[in-house]
Antibody, heavy 121, light 107 residues
Framework: QLQLQESGPGLVKPSETLSLTCTVS??????????WDWIRQSPGKGLEWIGN???????YYNPSLESRVTISVDTSKNQFSLKMTSVTATDTAVYYC?????????????WGQGTMVIVSS | AIQMTQSPSSLSASVGDRVTITCRAS??????LGWYQQKPGKAPKLLIY???SLESGVPSRFSGSGSGTDFTLTISSLQPEDFATYYC?????????FGQGTKLEIK
């Protein structure tokens, strides 16, 4: 059973860089069938897609965040990571990593439990 | 970006009721749509993919329909564990976008 687990600091200062890692267990991150995505949810708000990584090395980002976001992968550790620069209080959110099935069928079939990140001095 | 508009934003219903939630895309998205259930403090859970395909392990009282711009999620007979917030999303193109959510509450 494939599982995803987010990890990283729960508190980040304004203007600094948010760094999170998602560890994939029970399956390979190099599968051609899936994309590996980051999604966030601000307190009491809806869901916002941040971006993803595909095994071929391609990444796609939400244009609203693209200038500040990088998603990378470490295949040796079966992990993918999110870096978001110049954070502000509006980046306070629960951050989820998720696996999305390729083929545009709207299927994020496995999610991490989420990790809360607070941006505050 | 494609806008996904859900209605209603909130809904009160009773156990045993049949409920329908709708999602409208700002442009045609074929059937590239999923429905998700989220309970407080938990990650969203996939219910329906490709607009009408039931995810493995999801009860058959959940069903989805639609294509193009208009989609529906139907729960045929509400159970106590179904009270949650429901989201649609499209991955027809980037960026992936979500509906704003429908909070289903007990009447």
């Amino acid at each position: 059973q494939l599982q995803l687990q987010e990890s990283g600091p729960g508190l980040v200062k304004p203007s600094e860089t948010l760094s999170l890692t998602c560890t994939v267990s029970g399956g390979s991150i190099t599968s051609s069938t899936y994309y590996w995505d980051w999604i966030r949810q601000s307190p009491g708000k809806g869901l916002e897609w941040i971006g993803n990584f595909y095994y071929s090395g391609t990444s796609y980002y939400n244009p609203s965040l693209e200038s500040r976001v990088t998603i990378s992968v470490d295949t040796s550790k079966n992990q993918f990571s999110l870096k978001m620069t110049s954070v502000t209080a509006t980046d306070t959110a629960v951050y989820y990593c998720a696996r999305r099935v390729g083929g545009s069928i709207g299927a994020f079939d496995i999610w991490g439990q989420g990790t809360m990140v607070i941006v505050s001095s | 970006a494609i806008q996904m508009t859900q209605s209603p934003s909130s809904l009160s219903a009773s156990v045993g009721d049949r409920v329908t939630i709708t999602c409208r895309a700002s442009q045609g998205i074929r059937n590239d749509l999923g429905w998700y259930q989220q309970k407080p403090g938990k990650a969203p859970k996939l219910l329906i993919y490709a607009a009408s395909s039931l995810e493995s392990g999801v009860p058959s009282r959940f069903s989805g329909s639609g294509s193009g711009t208009d989609f529906t999620l139907t729960i045929s007979s509400l159970q106590p564990e179904d009270f949650a917030t429901y989201y649609c999303l499209q991955d027809y193109n980037y960026p992936v976008t979500f509906g704003q959510g429908t909070k289903l509450e007990i009447k």
